[in-house]
Structure formats: structure tokens, C-alpha cells
């Protein structure tokens, strides 16, 4: 069984009588309520929890199947919510997404963990450390998990952040290319996967704190759920913000390399104007020299005696000429 732990509290205390479901689930029946913790379950397992605190099997069945959107459900009485923590991995500036459904009845809360990482075990010590909180049943302790991914956000929301602040001092260097671009894009990728995991966060916190005004919950409770939906809400405009950077850094990239492409082209326009410039200059002198280089017998200016110096100042005045006309046109 992959039970990480099982527990039955009753006006705050942990009792000492119910270590196992089967056990808990048996004490909760006379007072206290139960909270479970599950990582990585089997759909057995799964569903031998979910038997014994009667939790809805389509609420069973998307916790089986994982990978699911950020959503709450209501069956009854009872809660079922999909959230998603997220973590910074600063070694790879990536981020990883950790999948929990809870399920929250009056005399229980079940939470399965899909993936290693936010670690409930700090949560329930210190819950247990307020047994006043702790008193006010399982709605405290899903308080307590939800404030818990919510803060996971905090240092996802810095690495992204500084990840975005480098773009934009890559994007002004000399050489930013098409690895700009691939990372401007894996960043935005990142923070839309950000946004999915965060953005349905304010309408289910609403729906909670709506729900525990219905129900007359603690009214310090319900200020505790009023501080966590500000936070996510805090999250969530900060992640549109790094969207839009993101939006603008790429169209600024865009803009400099088709700059840069256009400095380019132009400058390689003005070194072929000052071939084809010399090219000319160069044809005028040969083609007078290939004409008389043409070995006929009946050349008069062969004979003549002038028509050597005549032929070279022929070449030396087109070519001042075609250097003149090039020089003129800026071409040279």
C-alpha cells in the first residue's frame, strides 16, 4: 500500500488508535475526522481508499487516469479538486508540474499525490503543530495543502522572472540568432503550462470560500481561504505580465534580426556596386587591348607611330572616365 500516512484527529489531536485506513476509517464513525495521504497509488489501492471513505468513482476514476486540468467537482457533500504544484528546477530553468486530487468529505480528506513533489509530510507537521486549526476538521487541512501549492508558485514565478530578464539582454547582443528565439519560445510555452496549472485556481477558491460561507465555516478559516485566493490572484497577474513580455521580446527580436538581415543585404549591395564598378574600369583597357591583340595583317595602326601611345592613352582615358562616372554615382 502506498500509504505515505493515515490518521485520525479528533479536537485537533492526533489519536494514537487509527494507523492504518481500514482503522481510520472505522474511527472516524465515532468522532474526529480522517486525513490520508497516498502517493502514486495503484487503481486498486485507490479504490479501496476510496470504498472506505465514499468517495465518488468518477472522482476515483480521473485520479486513476492523471494528467488532468486544475478543476473542483461537488457530489453531495463532498469535494473533489484536481490542482497542480509546480516546482523550478534551477539546474535546467525548467518547470516540473506535480499533480494532487483531494477529495474533502465531512469526516475525511484524501489526498493522492502523483508525482514526489509538494511534499504534504511539512504540511501535516505543521498542522499538527496547531491543534486549533487542525480542530476545525478537514476544510483546515485543505486550506493548508492549497496554501502549500500556492506557495510552491513563488520561487517558479522568480526563476521565470530571471530567465526573462536574461532573454532581454540576449536579445540587444551582437550575436543573438535563432537560439533567442528558441529559448524566447520555450520560456513562453513554459508560462502558458504556468498559467493552466494557476489560472483555475481563482474560480475554484472562489467556489470553496462560497461553499464555507453556505456551510457557516470558521470565520477565521474563511479569512485563511480570502488570503490564499488573493495570492493565486497575485500569481495569475504576474504570469499575464510575463506573457505580454514575452510577446514583446519576441516581436523585438524579430524586429532587430530582420534589421540586422536588411544591414546585411545592404551592405553586401555596396560591395557588389564596387566590383561591378572595377569590373568596368577593367573592361575599357582590355577591350582595346583584345582588339589590337587580334594578330590581323591590315591594322593601320600597327604600322603607325603613334598607335602605341595612342592605343595605352585610349585605355588610361576610359578607364578616368568609367572611375569618374563610378566615383560620381557613389559606387566606389
Avoid at 489501492?45 to 473542483?72: N, P, T, Y
Avoid at 516540473?96 to 507537521?125: C, D, M, Q, T, Y
Avoid at 491543534?131 to 500556492?150: K, N, Q, T, W
Wanted: charged share 25%; proline share 3%.
Amino acid at each position: 500500500m502506498t500509504v505515505v500516512d493515515a490518521a485520525v484527529y479528533v479536537k485537533g489531536a492526533r489519536q494514537d488508535d487509527a494507523s492504518t485506513v481500514a482503522e481510520a476509517a472505522a474511527r472516524v464513525k465515532r468522532s474526529g475526522f480522517a486525513w490520508v495521504g497516498l502517493l502514486r497509488p495503484s487503481d486498486e489501492e485507490l479504490a479501496d481508499v476510496a470504498g472506505a471513505f465514499g468517495v465518488h468513482s468518477l472522482a476515483v476514476e480521473d485520479a486513476m487516469k492523471g494528467h488532468q486540468r486544475s478543476k473542483i467537482e461537488r457530489y453531495g457533500d463532498n469535494l473533489a479538486m484536481v490542482v497542480r504544484a509546480a516546482r523550478y528546477v534551477e539546474s535546467t530553468e525548467t518547470v516540473e508540474f506535480g499533480e494532487i486530487h483531494l477529495f474533502v468529505g465531512p469526516k475525511a480528506i484524501v489526498a493522492v499525490r502523483l508525482a514526489e513533489e509538494p511534499n504534504l509530510a511539512e504540511v501535516r507537521s505543521r498542522l499538527e503543530g496547531d491543534p486549533s486549526l487542525l480542530a476545525l476538521g478537514p476544510r483546515a487541512v485543505l486550506y493548508a495543502v492549497l496554501d502549500e501549492v500556492v506557495d510552491s508558485y513563488g520561487p517558479v514565478v522568480a526563476g521565470l522572472e530571471n530567465d526573462i530578464d536574461e532573454i532581454e539582454d540576449q536579445i540587444f547582443g551582437r550575436h543573438a540568432g535563432i537560439a533567442v528565439s528558441r529559448r524566447i519560445y520555450e520560456l513562453h510555452r513554459e508560462v502558458i503550462a504556468f498559467q493552466r496549472a494557476v489560472q483555475p485556481l481563482i474560480g475554484m477558491l472562489a467556489e470553496v470560500r462560497s461553499l464555507a460561507a453556505e456551510d457557516e465555516t470558521d470565520i477565521e478559516l474563511r479569512r485563511l481561504f480570502r488570503d490564499v485566493h488573493d495570492h493565486v490572484i497575485r500569481v495569475s497577474d504576474r504570469i499575464d505580465n510575463f506573457r505580454s513580455l514575452l510577446d514583446n521580446a519576441l516581436t523585438a527580436h524579430m524586429s532587430l534580426v530582420a534589421q540586422r538581415q536588411t544591414e546585411a543585404s545592404y551592405a553586401q549591395n555596396e560591395q557588389t556596386k564596387k566590383i561591378s564598378a572595377w569590373a568596368a574600369i577593367l573592361f575599357a583597357p582590355s577591350l582595346v587591348g583584345t582588339v589590337y591583340g587580334m594578330n590581323f595583317r591590315h591594322m593601320p595602326e600597327l604600322s603607325w607611330e603613334y598607335g602605341y601611345p595612342l592605343a595605352l592613352g585610349t585605355m588610361v582615358v576610359l578607364g578616368l572616365i568609367l572611375f569618374a562616372v563610378f566615383k560620381r554615382a557613389k559606387w566606389l
